[in-house]
């Protein structure tokens, strides 16, 4: 049966390196023999939020939620719409809606791309950052009072739920337990964020508790984010609320070279609703229409998703195909976050070319 794929490619970038990580999702599914049935879908700030005056139709649930999976670029043009406007009525829509509560974002240093800090080789830096994704630091709960005096109060509440925890610890410690390391780390901050990260640290105290095979250990955020720096090879998958999280998944990917590489997994584990697959990075303004982003990170996300129905040989296949064309190391080849002169056409095109050839 053929996997429906929705694809939104977003703005600025998103619509340079979609293209690219449909090219090689392509590629795959002819050499895999896989079905996919793709529909792509305009919703962005340029221009269906321009046109329409909201980032989604009214019937955008019903509209998607019979797909397998959402092939999602970047979204963002602050010019045009204010950020919060067009995040919370497109990606943070679908992660808290479609309940996509693990936000599973490799970072691996690749062959072939020079790792910004000294003497780092490929195996050095393998990990996964999970990072819960429809609650914590992202609620939408608080307000303004005396809003426009100098008595102006704003509030933003912290929301974390032992349901929501729970479930999201319990992908990290499952995860850590199948790799060969068998480690988990936690971010906290429990010395100064006295409430929520204590009880944090219960939680993943508590979990721990059934997984006597995984090693735990728990750094608080600011220290954790020096040992990316300074020791990435500590690490093998590293647990953090929605914001810690957030950041320590720009960090990570920016320790293996480029955050243009980074892709990551909107997961609903229970497949109740479709998951969202994008790379970690946005929509790139500042380079965009220029034809020069990296497409790597659209393009592992695409293996992502079809290792997530079902097609791990496609998804292996395509992150092969990234290793090879990286190692090849064509200065022609490879974008310019990668050191080289190349086009995201260019460097997608050889990529493609080798999920083919196989
Ligand atoms: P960004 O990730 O878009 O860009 C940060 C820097 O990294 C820029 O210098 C950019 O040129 C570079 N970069 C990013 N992707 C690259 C690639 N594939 N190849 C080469 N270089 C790349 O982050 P930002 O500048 O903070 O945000 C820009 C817009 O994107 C904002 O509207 C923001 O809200 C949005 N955003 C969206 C997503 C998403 O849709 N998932 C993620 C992050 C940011
Ligand atoms: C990400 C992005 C989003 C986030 C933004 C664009 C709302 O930075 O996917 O990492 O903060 O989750
Ligand atoms: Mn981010």
């Not at 939020?49 to 019979?66: F, N, Q, S």
Request: proline share 5%; aromatic share 8%.
């Amino acid at each position: 049966m053929a996997h429906r794929i929705a694809i939104i490619a977003g703005d600025g970038i998103g619509t340079e390196v979609m293209p690219e990580g449909v090219r090689a999702l392509e590629a795959a599914a002819k050499r895999f023999a896989i079905d996919l049935d793709t529909q792509t879908f305009d919703f962005a700030c340029c221009d269906y939020y321009l046109e329409h005056g909201k980032m989604l139709p009214d019937d955008w649930r019903e509209t998607l939620i019979d797909f397998d999976a959402i092939f999602y670029g970047a979204i963002g043009w602050p010019e045009k719409v204010p950020d919060h406007i067009s995040l919370w009525g497109s990606l943070l829509k679908f992660r808290r809606e479609f309940d996509q509560y693990v936000n599973l974002r490799p970072c691996r240093l690749l062959p072939g791309i020079k790792s910004p800090l000294a003497g780092r080789e490929p195996g050095d830096i393998d990990f996964y950052v999970v990072r819960e994704n429809t609650e914590g630091e992202y609620s939408s709960v608080g307000g303004t009072m005396f809003e426009g005096t100098d008595r102006e109060v704003v509030i933003q509440e912290t929301v974390m739920t032992r349901h929501g925890v729970d479930r999201v610890l319990k992908y990290a410690f499952d995860l850590a337990q199948s790799r060969p390391r068998k480690k988990l780390t936690s971010a906290t901050k429990s010395n100064g964020i006295a409430i929520t990260m204590p009880w944090w640290d219960s939680r993943v105290a508590e979990m721990a508790k059934q997984y006597g095979d995984v090693e735990v250990d728990k750094f608080h955020i600011d220290i954790l984010t020096a040992n990316f720096v300074m020791h990435p090879d500590w690490f093998d998958v590293v647990v953090a609320s929605n914001l810690f999280g957030d950041i320590l998944s720009d960090l990570g990917p920016a320790c293996t070279g480029t955050i243009g590489v980074a892709p990551s997994a909107n997961i609903n584990p229970e497949g109740t609703f479709p998951s969202l697959f994008e790379p970690v990075h946005g929509s790139a303004p500042d380079i965009a229409g220029k034809g020069i982003a990296n497409p790597i990170g659209q393009i592992w996300s695409g293996a992502m998703m079809l290792e997530h129905l079902g097609h791990k040989d496609a998804g292996d296949a395509i992150l092969a195909a990234i290793e090879a064309v990286l190692e090849d190391g064509d200065s022609e080849v490879l974008t310019p976050d990668l050191g080289g002169n190349g086009t995201t056409e260019r460097l997608g095109a050889a990529i493609s070319e080798r999920i083919a050839q196989g």
